[in-house]
């Protein structure tokens, strides 16, 4: 059987290549997706003023999305460490990680060195959360890791609270004492 409609055979041993390259298949896509959005119109009326915020619509997924922890209360700074060599680096890095991630996910650590490349003897770990890196210091200040190294953590923001000292001391203020009865009657 042959056929009679010489441009349909043509067109059928046509590629898609072939046909976009004519501008057919082009034509076919964008009559098919102006029918769609014809038949879709999901605007908004003509002077419709939409009165609903993000957070009385979206309330509780708005609670689930991640922010960024601009705060330092999630750090924690670890001295009295082991001064190492870069060869036992390694080592040491994995002791101090099976320590310390008990209380939580570090994000980051940094072990500072010298120029010779000798580890200095204090480290620093970002935890996920301040809850994390709190735990971490009350459970590990004072932390026994050999005979000749207790550690002492301490917050990072501990640091900028003693920074911000002043020189000059002030005695407390005396309070009046209140009595309030004796607790036996």
Known sequence: ?????????????????????????KQRQEEYFEEEESDNEFGDPEGYVDDITDEELLHDLLLKKPTEDTSLDNIIVVDNAPKVGPDRMGKLKSVLNKVF?????????????????????????????????????????????????????????DFEKYAELTDEWEPPQKSPFNEIGSSAS
């Open 1 to 25: 059987p042959e056929c009679t409609c010489a441009s349909a055979c043509e067109m059928s041993q046509m590629t898609a290549i072939e046909l976009w390259e004519e501008g057919a298949y």
């Open 101 to 157: 991630e008990r209380f939580g996910k570090i994000q980051t650590d940094y072990y500072p060195v010298d120029e010779n490349g000798l580890f200095k003897g204090y480290f620093f770990m970002e935890y996920a959360t301040a809850e994390q890196a709190i735990n971490a210091v009350r459970t590990c200040d004072g932390y026994k890791l050999d005979k000749s190294h207790n550690f002492a953590v301490n917050l990072f923001t």
